[in-house]
């Protein structure tokens, strides 16, 4: 970052300011959400399906009811009385409440019990019986669109198979003719599995519903408190709930993730719930729920190809893609965009062509598809790519980083024009890759590798070098539901110079508190301590839609830019009328307008503040305040190139990342501390599913991986050291030049450890190895020879 | 979360604890570290309807040499086991076992007569137990003592030699002789994981010959696997690397696993064979006065 | 369901219940006692988000029962600042140690346990130390460098003040 504007004590961008919000979080004094406790409150549980495919016979609730303690017990029958039994998924297909008739995945919600406390409800969900009839289970997406595939889906009309959408991408035909004269095809078939956000906090909310106003206040683990209050108007305006009525306030929230954008059934039982009891209703999950049935994301089975010349050159891709919707299409994507932004997947390479499609299918199991720390597939898009460029660098025998530098989009074609159809806004992949290179020592490393080689040692370096693609985004192309993707920032400067600000958004530990108030320190000489930032509530904050894919800066950020910018064209007038002198005579520099060529005729933004309630001009509105709905022209594209280093342990196929180097380029940093922090944080949700991470179903549609015993969440000994460095390229088109940094690190760590593990095994014949990357693979491909 | 309705007993001594579980049949349960049981109560996979808690029996927590033998109150902690000098100086193994077990705030509370009274064969003692031929002191009714032989104790998955009324009071480990060394080995998939497999390794050394052995274990059958064999054919030996290569093998030979999320049956023998040769290898620089 | 009447005290404060023998600690530490800055995060004792100090050890609340507590001492995050923030709250502010701070008072429980026990670990048994512990945000380096911080902090007023 070149030289910050402000000073430390205004803090603007590029100063490392410590957070804001953290003064609670170190006490203790967060608010989440089973924290929330209102007079009068009851306890919501769930009973659960053990089976992923069941025809539900009886649900007899007689000995629940009897339980001292338990109020009632809430099944579908119950909410088809009040046509609540079904609801919208956010790609605008149908998801169960509670079901009527039949279970679509283990772990689907079946029936709910209310009670006067949480052990009281716990007991309740073991009494209610429920008969089941087991159905045929679809498991294995590939056999999803068989013939005789059991229909999964057989509630909608006209759903004649498990098939729910196609989606291409490209040209075809011209692809095809790139690979019909290249050298070179490379193939692979690679699974990104299951996986799960596993925030620390599960999912859960309490509804309070006023019988008496017919107010409906939700605190609700989202991350969209806006996005949600729209669609319970929209979908519960028949049994009286009215948009004004509604108040979703998100409190603090224990990581998000992606994972808290979705409504699940147990929200709208537990509001469904109030409004019947006139009572306020908590529901909190325990983890094996949230792992079992809440969103998963990833499990995309990608068929890639690409061709290249002899030399290098990289020519053309093409993937076909299956994508394993669950039960329900409950994906987390845009609305026009069935698999997100998965076309973004020609990456940080000059294709001449490509060609991508992907299908959509049911399964037996739970719903989801969320945009885990990831803007829609980018993920799965960055992993097929930069697998299969080491897979190219492997057949033709040419290194890694060169092959890539060789085929990076250079620095003066952008923007650039992929041939997917995305328009990136800037990069500069040469000299991330670089520094890379350089900070960890890669010549050094490949002469380390080579000896230990020699010696029967097992040591691998892997390269990723990824473009993001974030901060959905244009309302042109990007909604939910209709909504357009915009986000909004309302700004009151107060009479003594101090400010709120509120904003569409909602931090879920991205700082947002400190980092806003930042921009507006930077925009306005107000010191960042001097701006109160809320979000959250939708009673007070401006519209918008939420956190999740990196969209915070990229949206609301520029949205508090260019309210900013307002008020300051305000103060300017102001300033005149204060200076006696015509607002083209003013210059500003941080924190107040003064008469050009007189330094010190000048008035500070606070001494313009109080003038705006005090003295202000004739003519002109009073007061200092603007909001700014922000729909950015384009998407931005972050990048970086990271290198891992992985040490190989033979006798047991344990995998060690010895060294991490990750140079990311976010364009221009508000706060270098809270980047840095979230790199880190991002890394080792890379990591995770690398190693780590998977769930899985047997045969029988059976959940593994589905409690914190099975699903491996990293410990501190499990993460290594992170070497974070960087390189700074703006967006041309965003007011503060920020492209977003939240989802870079999960995207690219993935493929550069599996890289680095091939990379080990590669003179063994080892061409790929899908994650997790357990010890048994590895293990495996040393002493069985099972080479991919 | 939340485990089903019981009646909580607080015993002050052992012998009222006894008598508790006496009365009350097989309805009530030991709680010790608690580690085990309420993990499985709090998933209703168990349900027991009375709790006797013997945590607070003090004079269950010591860690004494006594007559030829090292006395393990039942009660002693996993980390009391980690930070005791006695332990780390002359029985280096039980401090590695108490180490890769679970995670540190667990070890403060989990204890080691749970560890081995659970009947796990996944838990981490009982093959460290079985390479030190260690005996299992056990407290009955009207003051009835009696003392079990590691090898009989544990009989089945989660089923041990240990009778419904009676409560595991120690464990009494063998006194190291002059030369001697010992190692447990584990490979996890990460803090808190149960073994893939584990290998618990004793030697004692004659003149420069091994005088006898212990291998156990972990998490490669229905309890912990004692591997005879490759006990057998390093005693005699100076337990070269060619020995250990065969004493490992035979170890492999002796697991009994089963294929589960945690690796097929072929990769678990596999692992059994390298935690083995290590082990064997670890506990003889140990006997040689190494580390 | 009969209830047993118990004691504990709480950060200095006896706290007394009525309550179920099955009622978890953590549940009596935020909803009988309403100290809200224990939390919970899994339902396997494997997130540490629940970690309390009981007569001084740090323990996963969400595994011993309220009525094992009776008559014992125990600690939460809401008792660590007294006339100034500990150096623990004080590392994790200063090094960035926390994101979304759902696990930051279990972290900082398990810490002070670690420190109290080992005062100048090394990253690697800072590591250890911390290994119960779930975050999901931070990759854990920051928390390893607040620990440090508290460390180093903690000797050096140790070695100003003590004599």
């Known amino acids: ?57 009886s649900i007899n609730t007689e000995k629940a009811l009897a339980h001292p303690g338990v109020a009632a017990v809430i ?22 409440v509670l079901p009527i008739d039949k279970v679509c995945y283990q772990s689907q919600e079946v029936a709910a019990v209310i009670g006067t406390d949480r052990y009281s409800v716990a007991d309740g969900i073991e009494l209610v019986e429920v008969e089941y009839e087991p159905l045929p289970v679809v498991v294995d997406p590939f056999k999803a669109t068989d013939s005789d595939a059991p229909i999964i889906r057989d509630d909608k009309e006209g759903q004649e198979s ?83 009525k509604i108040r979703v306030i998100s409190p603090d929230i224990g990581g998000g993730f992606g994972g808290k954008v979705p409504v699940y059934p147990g929200y709208v039982i537990a509001i469904a719930a109030s409004v019947v009891t006139g009572l306020p209703v908590k529901w909190i999950e325990d983890r094996r729920e949230n792992l079992q049935a809440d969103s998963f994301a990833r499990d995309y089975h990608m068929d890639c190809e690409i061709a290249a010349d002899k030399d290098g050159t990289l020519n053309g891709l093409r993937i076909k893609t299956l994508a394993d919707n669950g039960y329900a299409d409950a994906a987390a994507n845009p609305s026009k965009y069935p698999a997100g932004m998965f076309s973004i997947c020609t990456g940080s390479y000059d294709f001449k062509n490509a060609f991508v499609e992907v299908d959509g299918v049911y399964t037996n199991k739970p719903p989801g598809g969320v945009a885990y720390r990831c803007s829609f597939r980018v993920t799965e898009a960055v992993h097929a790519i930069e697998r299969m460029v080491d897979m190219v660098a492997d057949e033709i025998m040419m290194d890694a980083a060169e092959l890539r530098m060789k085929n990076f989009i250079p620095k003066d074609a952008f923007p650039y024009h992929s041939p997917t159809g995305w328009e990136y806004d800037s990069g500069d992949y040469h000299a991330a890759l670089q520094l890379a290179m350089d900070n960890i020592g890669y010549d050094e490393l490949l002469k380390e590798q080579k000896e230990k080689r020699e010696r029967g040692e097992f040591m691998g370096i892997g390269i990723c070098s990824f473009t993001e693609v974030v901060g959905a985004g244009p309302s042109k192309d990007f909604d939910i539901l209709g909504i357009k993707m915009f986000d909004s920032s309302e700004i009151r400067i107060h009479p003594t110079g101090k400010a709120i600000a509120r904003f569409g958004t909602k931090s879920q530990g991205q700082g947002h508190e400190t980092t806003y108030a930042q921009i507006i320190a930077e925009e306005l000489g107000i010191p960042f301590t001097d701006v109160s930032v809320e979000e959250g509530d939708t009673d007070t904050a401006p519209y918008g839609l939420g956190t999740y894919a990196s969209r915070s800066t990229p949206t609301a950020g520029a949205a508090a830019a260019m309210a900013c910018r307002k008020i300051k064209a305000k103060a300017k007038k102001i300033a005149a009328h204060l200076l006696e002198t015509s607002e083209e005579d003013l210059e500003w520099e941080v924190g107040k307008f003064s008469v050009k060529g007189v330094p010190d005729k000048a008035v500070t933004i606070q001494d313009i503040a109080f003038a705006a309630y005090t003295n202000h001009p004739q003519g002109l509105e009073a007061g200092l305040e603007a909001t700014h709905y922000y729909d950015p022209p384009n998407l931005t594209f972050p990048f970086g190139s990271y290198i891992a280093v992985v040490d190989i342990d033979s006798g047991t196929g344990e995998v060690k990342v010895r060294r991490f180097m990750a140079v990311d380029d976010c364009g221009n940093i508000i706060n270098p501390m809270i980047v840095e922090g979230q790199i880190h944080g991002g890394l080792t949700q890379g990591l995770a599913p690398a190693l780590y991470e998977e769930i899985s179903y047997d045969d029988e549609g059976n959940i593994t991986g589905g409690s914190f015993m099975e699903y491996l969440v990293p410990t501190a000994v499990e993460t290594p050291h992170w070497e974070t460095d960087k390189t700074i390229t703006p967006s041309p088109h965003h007011p503060i030049g920020a492209k977003g940094v939240g989802e870079s690190p999960t995207v690219g760590a993935p493929p ?37 | 979360m939340i485990p089903g309705a019981f009646d909580y007993h607080s015993p002050k001594t052992l012998d009222e604890a006894i008598n508790l579980l006496n009365d009350l049949g097989e309805d009530a349960k030991i709680l010790a570290g608690g580690h085990s ?26 860690i004494k040499e006594e007559n030829g033998f090292l006395c393990l109150g039942a009660m002693v902690t ?75 104790f544990f009989l089945g998955p989660l089923w041990t030699a240990l009778g419904e009324n009676e409560i595991l009071t120690e464990i009494k480990i063998p006194m190291p002789k002059q030369q001697s060394g010992g190692c447990y080995i584990k490979l996890e998939r990460k803090v808190g994981d149960y073994a893939i497999a584990a290998s618990a390794v004793t030697l004692d050394f004659e003149n420069g010959k091994c005088s006898s052995s212990g291998i156990a274990l972990t998490n490669v059958g229905p309890t912990p696997v004692r591997a005879k064999d490759a006990q057998d054919v390093l005693i005699g030996t100076d337990v070269s690397n060619e020995v250990i290569e065969q004493a490992s093998n035979l170890a492999a030979e002796a ?37 | 369901m009969e209830k047993k009447s118990i004691t504990i ?83 994790f502010f200063e090094e960035h140690g926390l994101q979304c701070g759902f696990c930051t008072p279990g972290m900082i429980m398990s810490a002070k346990h670690l420190l109290d026990n080992n005062p100048k670990p090394s990253e690697e048994e800072i590591r250890c130390g911390i290994s119960g512990n779930l975050c999901r945000c931070t990759g854990y380096q920051n928390i390893v460098k607040s620990v440090q911080y508290a460390s180093n902090k903690l000797q050096s007023s140790e070695s100003a003040g003590g004599k």
């Open chain 2, 37 to 62: 049981l309420l993990p499985m109560m709090k998933w209703r996979l168990a349900e027991p309807a009375h709790l006797v808690d013997i945590s607070r029996l003090s004079d269950l927590d010591y």
């Open chain 1, 1 to 57: 970052m070149s030289k910050c504007k402000t000073s430390p004590e205004v803090g603007g961008m590029g100063h490392s300011v410590k957070r804001k919000e953290d003064a609670r979080f170190i006490r203790g004094q967060g608010t989440y959400v089973d924290d929330v406790v209102r007079p009068g409150m009851v306890y919501m549980d769930i009973v659960r399906s053990p089976y992923a495919h069941a025809k539900i016979k």
């Open chain 1, 162 to 244: 498990n098939h729910i959408w196609h989606w291409e991408e490209g040209d075809k035909a011209a692809t095809e003719e790139i690979f019909n004269n290249s050298d070179v095809v490379v193939k692979e078939r690679i699974y990104i599995p299951r996986i799960h956000v596993a925030s620390i906090e599960t999912c859960g909310c309490v509804s309070e519903f006023d019988k008496a106003t017919g107010q409906l206040t939700v605190w609700m683990t989202t991350q969209a408190p806006h996005a949600i209050r729209t669609v319970l108007a929209l979908v519960a305006g028949h049994v009286g709930l009215q948009e004004d």
């Open chain 1, 752 to 788: 550069a450890i599996v890289n680095a593990v091939v990379d080990a095994l590669s003179h063994l014949g080892v061409k790929h190895i899908d994650i997790p990357i357990t010890p048994e693979k590895v293990w495996r491909a040393i002493h069985k020879n099972e080479v991919a």
């Open chain 1, 75 to 96: 099944t579908g029958e119950t909410l088809k009385e009040y046509n609540l039994h079904m609801m919208p998924t956010l790609m605008s297909d149908t998801q169960m």
């Open chain 2, 78 to 152: 996993e980390s009391g086991l980690e930070n005791s000098e006695l332990i780390a100086e002359k029985y280096p193994i039980l401090k590695d076992t108490s180490e890769v077990i679970a995670d540190p705030l667990v070890r403060n509370l989990a204890s080691i007569g749970g560890n081995i009274a659970h009947g796990d064969p996944a838990n981490d003692h009982p093959a460290t137990m079985l390479a030190l031929n260690a005996i299992v002191v056990v407290c009955g009714p009207n003051g009835s003592k009696r003392e079990i032989n590691i090898d009989e």
């Open chain 3, 9 to 91: 005290n709480i950060n200095g404060s006896p706290r007394t219940g009525e309550v179920e023998d099955r009622l978890l600690l953590v549940h009596f530490i935020r909803d009988d006692c309403a100290l809200t800055g224990t939390h919970i995060g899994c339902d396997s004792t494997h997130c540490g988000a629940c970690t309390v100090l009981l007569d001084g050890t740090a323990v996963k609340s969400c595994t011993v029962l309220a009525v094992q507590a009776d008559g014992r001492e125990v600690a939460t995050i809401e008792g660590m600042e007294g006339e100034a923030l500990h150096p623990l709250q004080e590392g």
């Open chain 2, 255 to 291: 697991s009994q696993p089963v294929g589960d999320h945690r690796g097929s049956e072929e990769y678990k023998r596999g692992v059994v064979k390298t935690l083995t040769g290590r082990a064997i290898l670890k506990a003889k620089n140990r006997a040689m006065g190494g580390n």
